[in-house]
């Protein structure tokens, strides 16, 4: 699968927890997030370097922005706890593996390990 059908997929079955995603799927996606993340941390980077705003910038509300980025964010969690599943159920292991994320540093290797694998044709029983 290419990198933009990945992003069309990703976005398409958002929400989706049964059927399968590709290796390929799974690792753009997984790229893109990456990349995303560095961009936000320079961004983050330059702005903390700015002087200070005047103080009568400083008290102005700012709870749309943040309730923004809040859907956002949470949008793209669902995202993308939802192509893990579908990555682990393509490897003929259930969704539940999902949860190895919150045991803290084994968790996210082991599920690194898990998505890495190659399909199993076994997996097909999560198709609905």
């Given at each position: ?26 690792w ?50 669902t ?13 003929n ?7 190895l994320?919150?045991?803290?540093g ?11 694998l ?11």
């Amino acid at each position: 699968m290419g990198p933009l059908r990945a992003v069309g997929n990703f976005f398409r079955k958002g929400t989706t927890f049964s059927g399968r995603a590709s290796r390929s799927e799974y690792w753009w996606i997984a790229l893109y997030v990456a990349l995303l993340s560095v961009v936000q941390q320079v961004l983050l980077d330059r702005r903390s370097k700015k002087p200070h705003a005047p103080e009568k910038q400083r008290h102005q509300p700012r709870v749309l922005p943040v309730l923004g980025a809040l859907a956002g964010v949470t949008a793209l969690v669902t995202c993308n706890v939802s192509l893990s599943v579908r990555r682990l159920h393509d490897v003929n292991r259930s969704g539940w593996w999902f949860l190895l994320t919150f045991i803290p540093g084994l968790g996210t290797v082991a599920l690194m390990v898990l998505s890495s694998l190659p399909s199993n044709p076994r997996g097909a029983r999560f198709d609905r």
